[in-house]
């Protein structure tokens, strides 16, 4: 296929087989991720995955897959993508739940990884296991970024990428591109869904490393999307172990009310970050992080509050009526041995102080 040579067959899915090739041109191996037939042949959805492909290819994180383009050749279509040797976490699981000085420092990776991703407005919308590889090295890569939005059948301009991964070829077999036990219930409800879908994935991803169980089973698609919406998970299978400021995340991760959920991928990571240094209690760790913006909030009610009072209180005092001056009368009376007279030259108005002079009365001889 053009300058890559196929060596193998490494995988398929919903969203393709992913065949191990080398490029002959710049001497390393990749992997390619051959999109499906009928998925190739629709111009119009293949014009708007390759804009999709160049946002996704601008992501460059060291736990994010790298995108490296797309190669044609006739009628089929390829996404040339990095090849990452190591196991899937769902492989991985399969021999158990990972013990939690190995879970906790790969949980950090992927939650820093899709934090990065969310920053670029890239929400994965298909995180599992499945989708994310670990190197002998002990670092994490997620695959397939962004690709359900792109692979997703255009309903219409207020759907594009948001409804769940209901779409594409396949649909219309009954396949579902994401797997069902990893959509948040927005998704399964067919709703508009943001980055808090992602960080719904996460929860249940944490939960299945921990106990080699997923959060929301069932025997077909229909149990697993009743379970999703109307189910909470069995905390209590976590591990003894666990730290609660850990089963705390996985639970505020997994709330089913999207104001209740964890709001940021971000939050998440710094949890994981404090558990594994010691910088925060375990069990106080998540409380920190999750009530530190409704403290904020709090704060800045009660200073509006009081800002508010004091003005109140200012412009009623300032701008209070002004009392009328009222003239006020009195009398006073002279002792009654004064005799009172005008002094000859005044001009008859009342006299002041100075010009009444007492007069003493002489009776006759």
């Known amino acids: ?7 193998a067959l490494i ?20 992997a390619l991720k051959v999109l499906p037939e ?19 290819a601008s992501l460059n994180h060291p736990n994010i897959a790298a995108i490296y383009g797309i190669e044609e050749s006739g009628p089929i279509r390829a996404l040339v993508m990095e090849l990452v ?35 670029k407005n890239v929400i994965h919308r298909d995180l599992k296991p499945a989708n994310i590889k670990v190197t002998a090295e002990g670092t994490v890569k997620v695959l397939d970024f962004g690709l359900a939005k792109a692979m997703s059948e255009e309903l219409s301009e ?53 106990t080699a169980k997923q959060a929301f089973p069932g025997d077909d698609v229909t149990e697993v999307l009743a379970a999703v919406v109307k189910s909470e998970p069995a905390l209590d299978a976590l591990p003894a172990k666990t730290p609660p400021a850990i089963r705390n995340l996985v639970r505020r991760c997994l709330e089913k009310q999207l104001r209740r959920r964890l709001p940021h991928i971000g939050e998440a990571r710094m949890v994981i970050e404090d558990v594994l240094s010691g910088a925060a209690p375990a069990e106080l760790a998540v409380a920190a992080r999750s009530k530190l913006r409704e403290r904020l909030l709090a704060v800045a009610a009660a200073i509006a ?8 209180s200012a412009f009623a005092y ?28 005044s001009t008859g108005a009342l ?15």
């Open 305 to 312: 509050l009081v800002i508010a009072a004091a003005g109140w």
């Open 318 to 345: 300032f701008w209070r009526p002004l009392e009328t001056a009222r003239a006020v009368r009195f009398f006073v009376f002279p002792p009654e041995t004064w005799n009172l007279t005008v002094v000859p030259g």
């Open 158 to 210: 207020a759907d594009i990428g948001n409804s769940p991964t209901l779409s594409m070829a396949a649909t219309r077999q009954g396949m579902i591109l994401g797997t069902a036990s990893y959509m948040s219930p927005e998704q399964a409800k067919g709703k508009v869904v943001d980055r808090r879908a992602d960080v719904w994935a996460f929860g249940a991803v944490l939960y299945e490393i921990l």
């Open 1 to 7: 296929m053009g300058v890559y040579e196929v060596v």
């Open 85 to 119: 040797e190591g196991p899937t976490l769902a492989e991985r699981i399969l021999s158990g739940s990972v013990p939690m000085d190995e879970a906790l420092p790969l949980a950090r990776q992927v939650a820093d990884a899709v934090e990065y991703a969310h920053d």
């Open 11 to 30: 995988g398929a899915g919903g969203m393709g087989e992913v065949y191990r090739a080398r490029d002959t041109r710049l001497g390393r191996d990749v």
């Open 38 to 56: 009928a998925f190739a042949r629709d111009a119009q959805r293949m014009a708007r995955f390759e804009r999709e492909a160049k946002l996704l």
């Open 351 to 365: 006299p002041a102080p100075w010009r009444f002079r007492p007069t003493a009365s002489v009776s006759p001889s």
